[in-house]
């Protein structure tokens, strides 16, 4: 439904018709949905409850895998990991599944809200990178509550034909240059994460002077900003309604598919590498089909299906193997081992996240919210 392609790959793709795993349109060749290891699965039953956040699966692959198992799929959205978080601690939880990320993993892990999981059932597991797997047991170590389900960095979304020098820093999201034309994303490990680290400091910082240094450069850049925003940044920048803005790599990736004069990039300061893991809560009451779907978005062929249609970056190596040049050669869905050595992942901060959660009050308040 979605590709990330340029236009002369484009073409070659409509001349040629090599996206085998995907099918060509205009082609009879149906798409391939076929399970890449040769699993299939037996009737399961029942309903799966799942927690993601929005329009981060292909959803045609949940009526594949309601049709191969006979499980009932209730799939809820989430905007943030806070709200996940609130969910999974209500007394009447009904979720199977969620796919929170690594910082929010680690307070799952610590106050025992995590089913470990059986790697048995999850044979598929073997298509996810070492590479990825060695980062993620950074947060949930010898991966037995999680498996990684998509990652990406924090980076600078730019419009080209509105930036007229090079972008290589956080430095230019407070050039009074770009006034008015500036989005910060409204998220306070994020945003307070873009500004640590233009003042060299780590974004898991436990030092209130830092935090609060970084705050103050943030109040800063308020009479700059066009706005703090989430999805709409997106937007705005494919219609050139902004310079610059603090996004998220898929969302940039998909923003510069569909305008051509964006382009993206991790400053040199470095950034946040995140990771979203999927796991299984205890309030989970089908385990049988918990396992089987991670099995199944797992499978080489429906991941690489997947992370086509979302945008965002897949760990799946056999998914990768799939993949056209116009993913793998993208700096922005595949950054260099230079790019990654520069990015770190968010740990959960215990107590002294209240530090960040002031500091991010007032900020707001400073901008009338």
Same mark, same amino acid.
């Given at each position: 439904m979605k590709k990330l392609v340029s236009l002369v790959l484009a073409l070659a793709m409509a001349l040629l018709c090599t996206a085998a795993f995907t099918g060509c349109k205009g082609s009879e060749e149906e798409a391939d949905y076929s399970f890449a290891d040769g699993d299939q699965y037996e009737y399961i039953g029942g309903e799966l409850n799942i927690l993601n956040w929005g329009e981060y699966i292909d959803e045609e692959l949940i009526t594949i895998f309601e049709e191969e198992t006979g499980v009932k799929i209730n799939y809820a959205k989430m905007t943030s990991n806070e709200e996940m978080l609130m969910k999974l601690r209500s007394p009447d939880c009904i979720y199977d599944l969620c796919f929170p990320s690594d910082y929010i993993i680690e307070q799952l892990i610590a106050q025992d809200m995590?089913?470990?999981?059986?790697?048995?059932?999850?044979?598929?597991?073997?298509?996810? @990178?070492?590479?990825?797997?060695?980062? $993620?047991?950074?947060?949930?170590?010898?991966?037995?509550?999680?498996?990684? +389900?998509?990652?990406? $960095? %924090?980076?600078?979304?730019? !419009? $080209?034909k509105m930036v007229d020098e090079e972008v =290589? @820093?956080?430095?230019?999201?407070?050039?009074?240059?770009?006034?008015?034309?500036?989005?910060?994303?409204?998220?306070?490990?994020? &945003?307070?994460?873009?500004s640590l680290l233009r003042l060299g400091y780590d974004i898991n910082t436990r030092n209130a002077d830092e935090v609060n240094k970084a705050k103050e450069e943030l109040i800063k850049q308020i009479p700059l900003l066009k706005g703090c925003g989430t999805d709409n940044i997106k937007t705005s920048m494919?219609?050139?309604?902004?310079?610059? &803005? %603090? %996004?998220y790599s898929g969302d940039?990736?998909?923003?510069?598919?569909?305008?051509?004069?964006?382009?993206? %990039?991790v400053p040199?300061?470095? @950034?946040?590498?995140?990771?979203?893991?999927?796991?299984i809560p205890k309030s989970a009451k089908n385990l049988e089909a918990a396992h089987a779907f991670i099995n199944f978005i797992? =499978? &080489? !062929? #429906?991941?690489?299906?997947?992370?086509?249609?979302?945008? +965002?970056? $897949?760990?799946?190596?056999?998914? #990768?193997?799939?993949?056209d040049e116009a993913y793998i050669g993208d700096e922005a869905y595949n950054p260099s081992e230079e790019t990654l050595s520069r990015c770190s992942v968010f740990h959960d901060?215990?107590?002294?996240?209240?530090?960040?959660?002031?500091?991010?009050?007032?900020?707001? @308040?400073?901008?009338? !919210?």
């Open positions: 995590l089913v470990e999981l059986d790697m048995s059932k999850i044979p598929n597991a073997k298509n996810i @990178s070492e590479k990825m797997l060695g980062i $993620t047991d950074s947060f949930d170590p010898g991966n037995k509550y999680s498996l990684p +389900y998509m990652w990406g $960095t %924090v980076g600078i979304l730019y !419009n $080209t =290589d @820093s956080w430095d230019i999201l407070w050039n009074e240059k770009y006034a008015g034309k500036i989005w910060q994303y409204d998220s306070v490990r994020d &945003a307070i994460a873009v494919q219609k050139n309604k902004a310079a610059l &803005a %603090v %996004v940039a990736l998909e923003a510069m598919d569909k305008n051509p004069n964006l382009a993206y %990039v040199k300061e470095g @950034s946040n590498v995140w990771f979203d893991n999927v796991v797992n =499978d &080489a !062929n #429906l991941a690489a299906r997947n992370t086509e249609y979302i945008y +965002y970056s $897949t760990p799946n190596q056999g998914a #990768l193997d799939r993949l901060l215990g107590d002294f996240v209240d530090v960040f959660n002031s500091a991010w009050s007032e900020y707001k @308040s400073k901008m009338g !919210n």
